[in-house]
């Protein structure tokens, strides 16, 4: 979805890079979240955010941290990155105004990161 | 906790031949329902989602799918497949009271023959 926008598309980084994936959104979304996916897992959260004040932690965290600047910005952090965290990155972001809780995440096209 | 099964990880159909990708989910009140699908080198695009109501669910590119509560499946289909189906395709589960908590499948890699 061009609502949504992450950079870097592709990087390659080494083992103990600090490293930081941006996703910004033009939706209008006030929630926003950061996946991984791994060939035969799906996608897993890493974290989330219900508004700018609201970071919580998804599933798999650990080696992980967040910022978000704005509402329309959520940014991933691998402080020392290591080579199983190459994955597939992906920012996604959703209404908290929709009715009865019934948001829909739109995802964005993705970050292909290799940790050699 | 919530969870989604897809039990086929590959299929493989003729071009024109109808499709059905399984789901199945575990929840213990109404769940909310999504599909979605990743073609080759892009994001995530949403195809339908079920909240409530009519359990046959129309979406996008000709796809439905089916709630059916005693199987707990949400099963995508679609009646005549085009080469450019090709893709990966994501069955999702959300906790009713807010559908932001989703839980993914593995996902179905779906290959069409010409």
């Known amino acids: 979805d061009a609502d949504v926008t992450q950079t870097p598309r592709n990087r390659i980084t080494k083992t103990g890079k600090r490293i930081m994936l941006e996703c910004s959104q033009t939706?209008?979304?006030?929630?926003m979240y950061w996946y991984r996916q791994d060939p035969g897992l799906g996608l897993r959260l890493i974290y989330y955010s219900f508004d700018v004040k609201d970071i919580n932690k998804g599933e798999i965290s650990d080696g992980y941290s967040v910022s978000r600047q704005a509402q329309a910005k959520f940014s991933l952090s691998l402080e020392s990155a290591i080579p199983n965290q190459t994955a597939l990155y992906f920012c996604?972001?959703?209404?908290?105004?929709?009715?009865?809780?019934?948001?829909?995440?739109?995802f964005g096209p993705g970050t292909r990161l290799t940790v050699l | 906790a919530q969870s989604v099964t897809q039990p086929d990880i590959h299929i493989t159909v003729s071009e024109g031949a109808s499709l059905e990708l399984r789901c199945n989910y575990s929840?213990?009140?109404?769940?909310?329902l999504f599909w979605y699908v990743q073609s080759p080198g892009q994001g995530l695009q949403l195809l339908l989602k079920?909240?409530?109501?009519?359990?046959l669910v129309q979406g996008i590119k000709g796809f439905e799918a089916e709630f059916k509560r005693s199987q707990s499946s949400f099963n995508l289909r679609k009646p005549s497949v085009h080469w450019s189906d090709a893709a990966e395709y994501f069955c999702a589960v959300g906790s009713t009271g807010t559908a932001s908590k989703l839980t993914f499948g593995t996902g179905t890699r779906l290959q069409v023959m010409l």
């Open positions: 929840y213990g009140a109404t769940p909310y």
């Open positions: 939706k209008g979304h006030d929630r």
């Open positions: 079920y909240f409530s109501g009519d359990t």
């Open positions: 996604a972001t959703s209404d908290s105004l929709a009715v009865g809780g019934r948001d829909t995440q739109y």
